[in-house]
């Protein structure tokens, strides 16, 4: 059984960095999608970022780009989302989620929430002005 982790969460200041991470277990993660998902209070879960395991290619949300980065240990079976320049509003939960990938609808197919079947419970992002 996928077993999805989250940590590395907390309070930053704006304009500040943080990477969170998420442990894998339970699986093989190579022919796996693995993405980061984010929901703030009274909004809906929101896509951030996707990693293809087995090439490294990876998708951001278009309002993502150039802040956040996604990337995979193989090693440690861990994926990691570091978020720089960080604002008020990307306070939320962040999610990790996982998916089988079927490479001919990667990456649309795992930049929503109906592509993704296994999630983590998710670390809280705080951001203060």
């Known amino acids: 059984q996928v077993q999805l982790v989250e940590s590395g969460g907390g309070l930053v200041q704006a304009g500040g960095s943080l990477r969170v991470s998420c442990a894998a277990s339970g699986r093989t993660f190579s022919t796996y999608a693995m993405g980061w998902f984010r929901q703030a209070p009274g909004k809906e879960r929101e896509f951030v970022a996707a990693i293809n395991w087995s090439n490294g290619s990876t998708y951001y949300a278009d309002s993502m780009k150039g802040r956040f980065t996604i990337s995979r240990d193989s090693a440690k079976n861990t994926v990691y989302l570091q978020m720089n320049s960080l604002k008020p509003e990307d306070t939320a939960v962040y999610y990790c989620?996982?998916?089988?990938?079927?490479?001919?609808?990667?990456?649309?197919?795992?930049?929503?929430?109906?592509?993704?079947?296994?999630w983590g419970k998710g670390t809280l992002v705080t951001v203060s002005s």
């Open positions: 989620a996982a998916s089988e990938i079927d490479d001919a609808l990667w990456p649309l197919e795992y930049s929503g929430i109906s592509g993704m079947n296994y």
